[in-house]
């Protein structure tokens, strides 16, 4: 399994981010997994951003709650981050990963920079 994330690296602020991880080697609809994106800040640790499931349902952090939106294109076999109203704070190296149950993140994207500034 492969996951590639893909997007522009510079967004201005208050402008929407948005990111599609591409998945090659499994599908997205298969039950089990957990189709996660991840932040890190430089500097800084991990953040979970939130995920979506095979049928659909998403899951968000609540600090990052209002700004984001996960989305499935089965079709494709891709799943998309989009992330409003974003600030210099949101400058980071995006990631996303398969999370499988009961409790690992076995396949990880390379990681994608996106710097957020006018």
């Known amino acids: 399994v492969q996951l590639q994330e893909s997007g522009p690296g510079l967004v201005k602020p208050s402008q929407t981010l948005s990111l599609t991880c591409t998945v090659s080697?499994?599908?997205?609809?298969?039950?089990?997994?957990?189709w996660s994106w991840i932040r890190q800040p430089p500097g800084k640790g991990l953040e979970w951003m939130g995920a979506?499931?095979?049928?659909?349902?998403?899951f968000y952090s609540p600090s990052l709650k209002s700004r984001t939106s996960i989305s499935c294109d089965t079709s494709n076999n891709q799943f998309t981050l989009q992330l409003s109203s974003v600030t210099p704070e949101d400058t980071a190296v995006y990631y996303c990963?398969?999370?499988?149950?009961?409790?690992?993140?076995?396949?990880w994207g390379q990681g994608t920079q996106v710097t957020v500034s006018s």
């Open positions: 979506i499931n095979y049928s659909d349902r998403t």
């Open positions: 080697g499994g599908s997205i609809t298969t039950n089990l997994y957990y």
């Open positions: 990963a398969r999370y499988r149950l009961p409790n690992e993140y076995d396949y």
